[in-house]
């Protein structure tokens, strides 16, 4: 899911590919995680086994003004659920973009973004979910 600030109709968010951790094998009981850091490096720890080769983090680009500073507001938490019914947790997203973005002189700026699946018991199935990301000028 994508959010556009209203009062500033000028900017847009595209998003190019969505973050997906692939096919993760919990290879014990207990809890686990998986870890896609916006520079594309994973690690897994507890009973999640290291994330395949099919593992890709999201990337987006922001359209607008040239020049113009933005902010971009990413969640720090979402819930993925299955058709099962079951639940697992995307948390500590984080991106590559700098400390205070800005637009180039196109009115352009891609970024990275990542984070950490938590899993924990029985978790077989497909998870989905939206990450809704929020952009606007200061």
Same mark, same amino acid.
């Given at each position: 899911m994508v959010t556009v600030d209203q009062? +500033?109709?000028? %900017? +847009?968010l595209e998003i190019e590919s969505s973050i997906d951790f692939g096919r993760l094998v919990v290879a014990a009981v207990g809890e686990g995680s998986a870890t896609l850091r916006p520079d594309g490096s994973a690690t897994a720890s507890g009973s999640v086994a290291e994330p395949g080769s099919r593992a890709m983090v999201g990337?987006?680009?922001?359209? /607008?003004?040239?020049?113009?500073? %933005?902010?971009?507001?990413? @969640?720090?938490?979402? %819930?993925?659920? *299955?058709?099962?019914? !079951? #639940?697992?947790?995307? #948390? #500590?997203v984080a991106s590559d973009l @700098? =400390?205070? @973005?800005?637009?180039? =002189? +196109? !009115?352009?700026? *891609?970024?990275?973004? !990542?984070?950490?699946?938590?899993? =924990?018991?029985? +978790? #077989?199935?497909q998870y989905? /979910?939206?990450?809704p990301i929020l952009v606007e000028y200061p």
């Open positions: 009062s +500033a109709k000028d %900017v +847009a990337s987006a680009v922001i359209h /607008g003004q040239p020049g113009k500073a %933005v902010r971009v507001i990413l @969640p720090a938490r979402i %819930v993925l659920t *299955a058709v099962t019914g !079951g #639940e697992i947790v995307f #948390e #500590e @700098p =400390s205070q @973005p800005r637009l180039d =002189s +196109a !009115g352009r700026l *891609a970024f990275r973004f !990542g984070g950490r699946l938590r899993v =924990s018991g029985d +978790a #077989e199935g989905r /979910g939206d990450l």
